[in-house]
C-alpha cells in the first residue's frame, strides 16, 4: 500500500476514533440528583444553557410503562438543545409497583412545579418550558399538556403554588387513553395483556383490573389525556411508528400504536386545537419536519 494512503488511513482512524470518544462521553448535568419532592424516586437532572436571559426549559419524561425506565439521557439527545441555548431536565418519578395513579404523573406535576421555583436560581424562562418523552412519558407529557393548571394558590409548600401549563409538548409512541374499556375497541384484546393497564391502578393483573373495573374507572378517565383536550390547550406533536395493523399484533404494538395518535388527531381537529401527527407513508405535519423542529420553534419562538 501506498505510505501516504496508509498514512491518511491512519489518520482517519484516528480521527473516527476521538469523534465516537467523544460522543460517547457523558454531557454531566449543572445540578445532578437533585431532591425535587420528598419520595426517594423524586429526583432529577438540570443542564444549563448558556445564553442571554432566562432561558427556555425542555423537561424529559422517561418511558418504560410507569413500570420501569430511568431519567438517563444519551448526550446526542441533549446537546443539540443546550447548543440552541435551551436548558434541558430529565426526571425520574415513583413507578405503580410502589405507588400506581396519581403518584407517577403527579410527580412530574411536582418536578414542573419545582423547576418552576427554581426560575431565578437557574436562569429559567418560567413562560417556555415544554415536555417531551415516549410511551407513559409521552402519555404524562401530553396528561400535563393537556390538563387544568393544578397551581394551589393556597397551598403551604410553595412549590405547589407553580403552575404545571406548559407551552408545548413533543412525544413518541404515547398512549392517548389508558381506559381498557376504550382502548380494547381501538386497538384489539392484544392491548390489555400490557401491564401497564392494569399497574397503572395497583392490580397485579389483567382480570383484577378488569373485575374491578368500576373501581379504577375513575382513575382511568382521568388519566387518560384525550379527556382533557380543548381548544386552547398548548400545541402539541405526536410520532409513532407505521405499524397501522388492526387488531394489534402484540402487547408491545398495542401499547404504543399509531391508533392512539389519530383519535386524538382526529378530536383536536374537531376542537380547533393545534396537533401535529407525523406516521410514516400516514400522516404528516404540514409545518414541521420532526419534534426537534417543533420543539426548537415553540421554545424559541421562531
Known amino acids: 500500500m501506498n505510505k501516504r494512503i496508509f498514512l491518511f488511513l491512519m489518520l482517519l482512524s484516528a480521527a473516527v476514533a476521538a469523534f465516537a470518544a467523544e460522543l460517547a462521553k457523558p454531557l454531566l448535568p449543572t445540578h445532578a440528583e437533585v431532591a425535587y419532592g420528598p419520595h426517594a424516586a423524586n429526583r432529577l437532572d438540570f443542564w444549563k444553557a448558556a445564553g442571554a436571559g432566562p432561558r427556555p426549559l425542555l423537561v424529559f419524561i422517561h418511558g418504560g410503562g410507569w413500570i420501569g425506565g430511568d431519567k438517563k439521557q444519551k448526550p446526542a439527545v441533549?446537546?443539540?438543545?443546550?447548543d440552541a441555548g435551551i436548558s434541558?431536565?430529565?426526571?425520574?418519578?415513583?413507578?405503580?409497583?410502589?405507588?400506581?395513579?396519581?403518584?407517577?404523573?403527579?410527580?412530574?406535576?411536582?418536578?414542573?412545579?419545582?423547576?418552576?421555583?427554581?426560575?431565578?436560581?437557574?436562569?429559567?424562562?418560567?413562560?417556555?418550558?415544554?415536555?417531551?418523552?415516549?410511551?407513559?412519558?409521552?402519555c404524562t407529557s401530553m396528561w400535563l399538556l393537556l390538563h387544568d393548571d393544578l397551581a394551589d394558590s393556597h397551598a403551604r409548600d410553595p412549590i405547589l403554588r407553580e403552575s404545571t401549563r406548559v407551552c408545548a409538548a413533543a412525544v413518541t409512541a404515547g398512549q392517548t387513553s389508558i381506559d381498557p374499556m376504550v382502548i380494547e375497541g381501538w386497538l384489539g384484546p392484544n392491548v390489555l395483556k400490557h401491564r401497564m393497564i392494569n399497574m397503572a391502578v395497583g392490580e397485579p393483573n389483567l382480570e383484577g383490573a378488569l373485575r374491578n373495573y368500576e373501581q379504577h374507572r375513575a382513575l382511568y378517565?382521568?388519566?387518560?389525556?384525550?379527556?382533557?383536550?380543548?381548544?386552547?390547550?398548548?400545541?402539541?406533536?405526536?410520532?409513532?411508528?407505521?405499524?397501522?395493523?388492526?387488531?394489534?399484533?402484540?402487547?408491545?404494538?398495542?401499547?404504543?400504536?399509531p391508533v392512539y395518535g389519530v383519535k386524538l388527531k382526529e378530536k383536536a381537529d374537531q376542537v380547533g386545537h393545534e396537533c401535529h401527527l407525523v406516521i410514516p407513508a400516514v400522516s404528516k405535519s404540514d409545518k414541521y419536519v420532526n419534534s426537534t423542529e417543533f420543539l426548537m420553534a415553540k421554545l424559541l419562538d421562531r
Open 221 to 257: 378517565v382521568e388519566f387518560s389525556p384525550c379527556n382533557h383536550l380543548d381548544r386552547k390547550d398548548p400545541p402539541l406533536f405526536m410520532t409513532y411508528s407505521g405499524n397501522m395493523k388492526l387488531p394489534s399484533e402484540d402487547a408491545a404494538h398495542g401499547i404504543h400504536h
Open 88 to 138: 434541558c431536565a430529565s426526571i425520574n418519578y415513583r413507578l405503580t409497583a410502589e405507588a400506581p395513579l396519581p403518584a407517577p404523573v403527579h410527580d412530574a406535576a411536582r418536578a414542573v412545579q419545582y423547576l418552576r421555583s427554581k426560575a431565578a436560581e437557574w436562569n429559567i424562562d418560567k413562560d417556555r418550558l415544554a415536555l417531551t418523552g415516549n410511551s407513559a412519558g409521552a
Open 78 to 82: 441533549i446537546q443539540p438543545f443546550l
